[in-house]
């Protein structure tokens, strides 16, 4: 929902000559306030799609590898759960699939991503990113970096 600048002030509690001060100062009277909104990620097509990593048999393959996660001792053994290691948000998005991005936020350089939801968030001025990194509101204008995963069911790999 987009307002006015009047209406934004008045909604944060201006009224008579403090509002009248505030409409008068440096920022025109018709620029308009566009508050931070959470989307329902499911609702919202990614731009490129994630596969999230299910079983595979082989994550040999895989040459250098960034993270590699005994998911026996991890804390992501549940869905909705996530971790952060070496700057990377590691979630289980559904029933054994995993989704890896970086926690450093486009918005400004703050290392503050998190895993909510269905979403990632950064925690700074609320930003928000589907599962492919992509920005789902109008915070961040660009994508934060995601990256492959796999898993054989016992480790989980981020490369
Ligand atoms: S630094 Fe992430 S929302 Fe601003």
Sequence with gaps: MNMTRYEFLKSMGFTGAALMAALTSCVKEEDTYV???RIDASSVTPVVPVVP?????NISSITNPILKIDLATSTIKTVGSYLI???IVVAQVSAGAYVAVTNLC???PKRQV??????F???AH???FNLSGNP???VARTAIKAYQVATDGKTLVVY
């Design 35 to 37: 508050p931070i909104t």
């Design 53 to 57: 990593a299910t079983p595979t048999s």
């Design 85 to 87: 290691q070496s700057n």
């Design 106 to 108: 486009t918005h400004e």
């Design 114 to 119: 998190y895993y909510s939801d269905g979403s």
């Design 121 to 123: 968030f950064c925690s």
């Design 126 to 128: 609320g930003a928000q």
């Design 136 to 138: 789902l509101n109008n």
